[in-house]
């Protein structure tokens, strides 16, 4: 069984021992120790079950790339599932839970599936769940969904806190192994910004545990110098526990940061994530041992080489007292000599190759161990834990020759470099056949926006091993990103030149894929590719002679690499396997998409502090306090909160907007349009950009005018409206709809930077820098000349112009255009000032009557005029021609976004339903969404619709209930009776009416 060594372990602290819990059992560990080094040294081996079979799991890596110790760690508010026991550092009073077992971790009935697994093959649910289809509700989606998952979703609010952080730097190092240590300390020395971060809490990579000597002394020795020298340099920024997870375009990086994981701390906020500007990027990131298949590859105490190796010498623990090594490389016979040197058994080597004459099988062999050449493991014994194993010719079928009792079994497939930062941006791949792994391209490096590369890999993840050449490369790895960030000043630093290696040579790897290379059926039943997701070499064999050749295909039939490990183990031999069956060369089938992040990061450090109150902030306009102080009912637009209406003391809802909408049309009325989009569109081509933009034309508009503009999307649906202002030959201001302002900005800058990149234009978004007040209605013009400071006459500020002035001895900008249909001016005033003017504008107004309205009449006064809103007319599937709004799409374009779409057929269509005012017959108000009905019945057996009720209100105006409507051949049919369904079977008749109620020939706005 695993123990604890009584001596070693570079990491802990025994002077300082750590009391935790494993599925309610206290146990021992000590500081430095792992959660996973921790149940090893307790004893407890066996930590999960795998997901689809519920087969006995224990540790098989040592690091992130850790398929099957999977733990939910604490509970109630820190409650988190799925954490790796290989990277969660041991603290005292930690609290871990096994996962997926039911009733428990030793006695599971899940395991069951194990015995059918002949009826439970790759891609069976595909096949299984579709008949009879009654069956899908009732049994088969209840039951899939209950086995969904591994750990439990928390149910209470996270009680942690999280946080981002944004950093530049000239040159981001990801991984603090010995290369990117010497990377960064050449990149440092000619005087470039560089940030080195690493993902585990200690520096040096494997180089500590592998052994050798740098610069005549130990590894361990070096990197501490190392560290002493960045930690010295003023231009150095160090981070460990620091992950790097993604690497996007123009050399944007996102890493996570693990704050108080291994030291709980209610105060500090426990992740952070990093998003990060990186003028270049060196990736040393290492490499991922690869795992062997043979049969009965899974069973709790069959281990990575290197991992054995780490917990020896790292923590101090043995995974078992008598290993058998199994190998097709040199690198196994490291852990061979370590576990040796601590006192334990190794039985024998079994090496796949003809033979293995380096000095490091020289080495095992003088220590007395067999080593059997040529030989593999034919199957595994035991249950729940290993216990011994079958040797096997490698040439051959599985025929048995031996059998070992053991332990432990320390596999080694080879060495796959760390390719996911470098392929996230488009880094290619090319396949090393002589180290049998496929390494970053050189000559097909992510480039940037100027075409020029901005990643490098450096060390092991460049697809080289011995130690003198990782650091040869990472030598020069830091010298050129430094050259390109065009920090090239050596004089005041000397640059670190590669410190002399002692490590030994190692002979050359053999392509084992499958161990025998001739097993049998029922043996390659039992050789695991994917631990978590139960991906066997049969499951993907039988996707291959099912069809499945292209690798993507075969990962998503078979699982396989879609596990919480994202195939960091499995994907090579996966390919390998695939290949075979397809008789192809691995290079030929490829490799998978690799995407960020490079592991799973929080929730919580995604969303950083943007939760509670912060999750969706709360945006006021300057004169939020006034309404709230006289009796705002708020509505939340967006971000926002307006005004709905103004309630007065025993006012109803509806007797508040009937007053504020006769107020407006008979005297003057006040509404603050803050809210609405400004969005500042300024270069030598504005205009161009803006005609590409909206359906008309905007190019020609004269400084000083206005023009109302419909905006589509590509496929030719409106997404918003607003009025344009030209306020000089290059600068435009756009409104837009309160809740588009954002999407729209967005918009705009995605079409210029991914595009149009060649146009001349800048964006900005002024919406909260202006305060905005409309003053509406037949005395608007008597309130603004008396506020006193520029003429608004009609001759001097005609409809849909602007001119800039002061009023009241405030700098202002009028816009005379209205939504309402009266006489309007629209103000906008510094933010800062916004409040003073409004409450200036009050108090002239007051002996006229001046009336403040929210949103609701402001819906009531444009729907009695026939115009439309973004969302209400609108739903995502209308075009401007369904709303008579062709006038606002200009014939002299030659293209604008959204043109090609709108001519498709089913745009053309003469079926589309189109705009319409409705009346009931009965003055009755009708009810938003409502549909209005044809004859007879659909295939469904449900009543044929013809059109929908999109805006409905009582008008206080023309005292009845008015609607607007999208109905099949509307415009066509004025003064037809239809009938609008209402909730319980019941109708009411409505008139299809012209969609402008009231003042149609537009006399009250233009005086």
Not at 441 to 457: N, R, Y
Not at 693 to 711: A, E, I, Q, V, W
Not at 740 to 751: P, R, V
Request: overall charge neutral; glycine content about 10%.
């Amino acid at each position: 069984m695993s123990t604890r060594l009584a001596k070693g372990g570079r990491l802990i602290d025994r002077s300082t021992p750590l009391e935790f819990s494993f599925n309610g059992k206290r146990l021992r560990g000590y500081a430095g120790d792992t959660l996973a080094s921790a149940l090893l040294g307790a004893g407890q081996m066996l930590m999960g079950r795998s997901f689809k079979y519920h087969r006995p799991r224990g540790v098989v890596a040592s690091g992130a790339e850790e398929p099957n110790a999977l733990m939910t760690l604490g509970k109630s508010a820190s409650l988190e599932p799925n954490q790796r026991a290989t990277t969660t550092e041991l603290f005292a009073g930690l609290e871990a839970r096994s996962q997926n077992h039911w009733p428990s971790l030793e006695f599971d009935v899940g395991a069951i599936n194990s015995k059918l697994s002949r009826y439970l093959p790759a891609g069976f649910y595909y096949k299984t769940f579709i008949h009879p289809r009654p069956l899908w509700k009732h049994l088969f989606e209840p039951v899939i969904r209950k086995s969904a998952g591994l750990g439990p979703a928390p149910t209470e609010r996270d009680a942690d806190r999280y946080e981002h952080l944004y950093w530049h730097t000239d040159i981001l190092i990801i991984g603090g192994g010995v290369a990117g240590l010497q990377a960064a300390l050449n990149a440092a020395a000619t005087g470039a910004q560089v940030t080195l971060i690493e993902q585990n809490a200690h520096w040096g990579g494997r180089a500590p545990v592998d052994g050798g000597t740098l610069a005549g002394e130990t590894p361990e020795a070096w990197v501490a110098k190392a560290l002493e020298t960045l930690r010295q340099a003023p231009n150095v920024t160090l981070r460990n526990r620091c992950m790097g997870a993604g690497v996007y375009d123009h050399g944007y990086v996102l890493a996570y940061e693990r704050i108080t994981d291994h030291a709980p701390d209610p105060e500090a906020p426990r992740h952070r994530l990093w998003r990060i500007r990186a003028r270049q990027i060196i990736t040393a990131t290492g490499a991922i041992e690869r795992p062997l298949s043979f049969a009965g590859n899974d069973l709790p105490g069959v281990m990575l080489a290197s991992a054995v190796r780490d917990y020896a010498v790292n923590q101090g623990v043995s995974p078992g007292d008598r290993t058998v090594i199994v190998t097709n490389n040199d690198d196994a016979y490291r852990t061979a000599l370590t576990l040796l040197d601590a006192g334990l058994s190794v039985p024998a080597v079994l090496d796949a190759r003809e033979t293995a004459t380096g000095p490091l099988p020289e080495a095992v062999r003088a220590r007395g161990v067999a080593i059997h050449c040529g030989t593999g493991i034919a199957a595994t014994l035991g249950k729940a834990r290993v216990t011994g194993v079958t040797t096997c010719l490698q040439a051959g079928e599985g025929a048995a020759l031996d059998t070992i009792p053991c332990d432990c079994v320390a596999m080694s497939g080879g060495w796959s470099p760390v390719v996911h930062l470098w392929s996230h941006c488009g880094g290619k791949l090319t396949w090393d056949t002589e180290r049998l792994c496929f390494k970053p391209d050189p000559a097909k490096a992510p480039t940037g926006a100027d075409g020029l590369p901005f990643v490098l890999p450096a060390g092991a993840a460049s697809g080289i091993s011995h130690l003198a050449a990782v650091l040869t490369d990472a030598t020069e790895a830091g010298a050129l990103a430094a050259r390109r960030v065009g920090a090239e000043d050596m004089s005041s630093a000397r640059p670190h030149p590669v410190p002399e290696v002692s490590a030994p040579k190692e002979q050359a790897i053999a392509p084992v894929w499958l161990m025998p290379q001739g097993a049998s059926i029922e043996k390659r039943g039992k050789m695991w590719l994917d631990y978590q997701n139960d991906v066997k070499v049969s499951d993907v064999q039988l996707a291959a002679r099912e069809g499945f050749e292209s690798v993507e295909h075969t990962k998503r039939y078979t699982t396989l690499g879609m596990a919480t490990d994202q195939g960091k183990l499995s994907n090579i031999n996966g390919l390998a396997v695939l290949a075979g069956a397809l008789d192809a060369e691995i290079p030929q089938v490829g490799t998978t998409t690799f995407r960020p992040p490079y592991t799973p990061l929080s929730m919580g450090a995604i969303a950083g502090e943007a939760r509670a109150e912060l999750f969706q902030p709360l945006r006021r306009t300057p004169m939020h306090a006034w309404h709230d102080a006289n009796g705002a009912e708020w509505e939340p637009v967006g971000q926002w909160r307006r005004p709905y209406c103004y309630l007065q003391p025993s006012e109803t809802t509806q007797d508040a907007v009937a007053r504020e909408v006769l107020a407006t049309r008979n005297g003057v009325g006040l509404l603050d349009a803050s809210t609405l989009g400004k969005l500042l569109v300024r270069g030598p081509d504005a205009g161009v950009f803006l005609d590409r933009l909206y359906t008309n034309m905007m190019s020609s508009l004269k400084p000083g005018r206005c023009r109302y503009g419909l905006m589509c999307n590509d496929n030719g649906f409106l997404m918003d409206d607003g009025v344009v202002a030209r306020l000089d030959d290059q600068s435009f201001l756009c409104h837009t709809t309160t809740g588009g302002a954002d999407h729209i900005h967005q918009h705009m800058e995605e079409w210029l930077q991914t595009e149009w990149w060649g146009l001349r234009v800048h964006v900005v978004n002024l919406t909260e820098q202006f305060a905005q007040i409309a003053v509406v209605g037949p005395q608007a013009r008597q309130v603004l000349t008396a506020l006193g400071g520029m003429d608004v006459s009609a001759e001097t500020l005609p409809f849909m112009s602007w001119a800039d002035g002061t009023l009241a001895g405030h700098p202002v900008r009028v816009y005379r255009i209205s939504f309402s249909g009266e006489l309007s001016y629209e103000i906008a005033v510094p933010a800062d000032q916004g409040r003073t003017l409004w409450d200036k504008i009050l108090d002239i107004g007051a002996p006229m009557g001046m009336t403040p309205y929210g949103t609701e009449a402001l819906h009531v006064l444009r729907a009695e005029k026939g115009f439309i809103i973004i969302g209400d007319e609108t739903d995502g599937t209308v075009i401007p021609q369904d709303l008579g709004l062709d006038w606002a799409i200009s014939k002299k374009k030659d293209d604008f976004l959204g043109k090609r779409a709108q001519s498709r057929s089913h745009m053309a269509d003469p079926n589309r339903w189109k705009l319409v005012g409705l009346e009931t017959l009965d003055a009755s108000v009708l009810p938003d969404g409502a549909y209005v009905l044809g004859e007879g019945d659909n295939a469904n057996g449900q009543r044929v619709t013809i059109g929908r009720i999109t805006s409905t209100y009582r008008s206080p105006t023309l005292k009845r209930g008015i609607a607007m409507g999208l109905v099949l051949h509307g415009p066509d049919r004025m003064g037809e009776i239809v009938e609008v369904g209402l909730l319980g079977q019941r109708q009411v008749k409505a008139r299809i009416v012209d969609p402008v109620f009231y003042d149609k020939a537009g006399e009250k706005q233009n005086v």
